[in-house]
């Protein structure tokens, strides 16, 4: 066990500097490497501290330097071999989402872990966002009664931030349905479970699967979600969510001042004030909330680490069954076809 956790950060592009943010403000983690082919430059775009090592490939990272994880922020199309790389060196691992390109990678990745006894958590942040814990929170306690309907989106202009440009690449991304969309698909996993059936829609352009809608079939409930990142690059982002309940709506939208709104009982629409981290000052309470699920995801993962506790939230086989859900939603956007689901038996 160590006194800290020691993380070789794996890619240092946009998701590694999101989460070396995080890690600069989490008291029992540190990188111990960064590992980029570009080299000591990309500290500069990471903010890390100069000192940190940079090495060109993760096997050259794990034999010079100590560390108890991996934290993979690679290409999907890397994670497989990245993951059974670290985990083959007896490292835990954190892979940002999706876990990986196929049903078959995915069930390599998780095998190993569990093969090696080691932990594995996957990126699905959103489990973690404070408006979604409210809205889980809400289900969960039936305080507003059974929840009715729920719609959620993700939209978002072309994505350009990505080294070589690999986001709107097909064979390595699949496009918005896998790397955006599944952020909701997982959610829903989370919150109600694996749906009887889905029925999608989808636009395909060169970045593959560009926008998808989809209808998941629950008893005595109407569940849809929709991902697009077919908007101008300009455009911005925005995520959202409506819950309708028996006696309550409950509604999220990132782009709004108030960004969650209860309308319950006799009462007029009023923004829910969300519990904030105690014993830190307004700046770091700032920089969390900024960061939102991101932050509070890696702290989890940490603090599992720290416990010697398993990972039971956002686990590489949950994942893995996100990935098989929305890989069942482009198979009935390309048919035009109703799937059925077969429900995992965990």
Same mark, same amino acid.
Request: charged share 20%; net charge negative; glycine share 8%.
């Given at each position: 066990m160590f006194a800290m956790q020691q993380i070789v950060l794996a890619g240092g592009g946009c998701m590694g500097a999101m989460h070396?943010?995080?890690?600069?403000?989490?008291?029992?983690?540190?990188?111990? !490497?960064?590992?980029?082919?570009? #080299?000591?430059?990309?500290?500069? %775009?990471? $903010?890390?501290?100069a000192n940190v090592p940079v090495f060109p490939d993760l096997a050259a990272a794990l034999e010079r330097v100590e560390c108890s994880a991996v934290d993979i922020c690679l290409p999907t199309d890397l994670h497989r071999e990245t993951a059974l790389l670290a985990l083959a060196a007896g490292?835990?691992?954190?892979?940002?989402?999706p876990i990986a390109l196929t049903r078959e990678d995915a069930a390599a990745m998780? !095998?190993?872990?569990?093969?090696? #006894?080691?932990?594995?958590?996957? %990126?699905? $942040?959103?489990?973690?966002?404070?408006e979604y814990l409210e809205l889980k929170r809400a289900v969960d306690s039936g305080e507003y009664g059974r929840l009715v309907s729920l719609s959620m989106d993700r939209r978002t202009g072309r994505p350009g931030y990505s080294i070589g440009n690999w986001v709107n690449r097909p064979e390595r991304c699949l496009g918005a349905a896998l790397d955006l969309h599944i952020h909701d698909t997982d959610f829903l996993l989370h919150l109600l479970g694996c749906p009887e059936a889905v029925v999608s829609q989808g636009l395909r352009d060169e970045t593959g699967w560009s926008s998808i809608s989809?209808?998941?079939?629950?008893?005595?409930?109407?569940?849809?979600?929709?991902?697009?990142?077919?908007?101008p690059e300009k455009w911005g982002f925005q995520m959202r969510f409506h819950a309708v309940f028996e006696r309550g709506v409950l509604e999220f939208d990132s782009s709004a001042k108030d960004t969650l709104m209860l309308t319950a009982g006799d009462s007029s629409a009023a923004a829910v004030r969300l519990p904030e981290p105690s014993g830190m000052s307004p700046a770091v309470r700032e920089q969390?909330?900024?960061?939102?699920?991101?932050?509070?995801?890696?702290?989890?993962?940490?603090?599992?680490?720290?416990?010697?506790?398993?990972?039971a939230i956002s686990t590489g086989a949950q994942a893995a069954e996100s990935l098989a859900l929305v890989l069942a939603e482009i198979e009935s956007a390309a048919s035009g076809k109703i799937i059925t689901l077969k429900k995992s038996s965990s």
């Open positions: 070396a943010k995080v890690y600069r403000l989490l008291p029992d983690a540190c990188i111990a !490497a960064v590992v980029d082919p570009r #080299g000591e430059r990309v500290l500069e %775009g990471l $903010c890390a501290d490292k835990h691992v954190f892979c940002e989402k998780t !095998a190993a872990a569990q093969s090696a #006894g080691l932990q594995m958590m996957v %990126g699905h $942040c959103i489990r973690f966002w404070p989809t209808q998941y079939v629950y008893a005595q409930r109407i569940v849809v979600a929709e991902g697009a990142w077919n908007y969390i909330a900024s960061l939102g699920g991101y932050y509070h995801e890696l702290d989890y993962f940490v603090d599992c680490l720290e416990r010697g506790e398993p990972v």
